[in-house]
């Protein structure tokens, strides 16, 4: 399991919420190679989704050229202080990370 | 045995293992990861590859970054666009190996505002893409330099 993400949810005007994310992953990107010469084989976060108080507002895919412990930022509508958003994330292998924050 | 079927032996063999990894891929790859558009090497093709027509250049979608990133492995990069009926945006590097770097849903409960870090190569024209619901492509561009190269190490 990987470790969690750091989420900061906050009210900003006109009845939005600024979501940020730092997730940790490595985020390889399968062009690097080792001291051997053999190619590090990519692994990266392939689907990252947003949800707000359950419900799926953003959907985001994801290349290896997305920095590696990524960051992220986005505007909910509606979003008001006392709501959860909740992150979700999918690597290419297969393993999952969900996190939930509290709107301030 | 004669030598003429050891080989036809060999080559089957072969073609097996070639047949046995192209039929692997697929289950590899996750069905909803639109993986076209992630192996384009151009903006245009990665637009199609993600059910948008031929790009336009339009100053109502904007791209944020520095004019200068001193390290290509962290480069803050922002799409946004104040347009309505924005169906997906997307951040595109020029030059890396894979242009298309991130594709964001949009839905009506999000603003087309995303930022995020990208990996970049070298110094290269970075893209901010909106795919309308018409299937109209628009981007704003912007050249951000690199010093120290993201890839490779």
Redesign the interface.
Known sequence: MADPMRIRAQSAAGG?ATVRVLMSHE?E?G??RDSAGKVIPAWFI??VR?E?NG??????????????N?????????AKAGDKVTIHW?D?KGDKRTDEATVS | MNPSRREALTHSAALFGLLATAGLLPA?A?A???QAA?EAKSLADAAKALGGGAPAESKDVTITGPDIAENG????V?CSTALTGVKRMAIM?EK???A????????????A????????GQSSNVYAVAIMNDGKVLYGVKEIKVTLG????
């Open positions: 939005k985020m990107t062009q690097r392939q689907e947003a707000h419900k799926q507002v953003m959907r985001a895919e994801w290349s290896p050229s997305v920095s590696k990524p960051f992220l930022q986005f505007s909910v509508r509606g999918t290419n | 590899h996750q909803s990861w639109s992630f492995a962290v480069v803050p922002g590097v890396n190996p894979n298309l770097a991130a594709v964001f849903d949009v839905s009506d409960a999000v603003d505002n995303f930022t995020t870090r990208v990996k970049m993201g890839c490779g190490g």
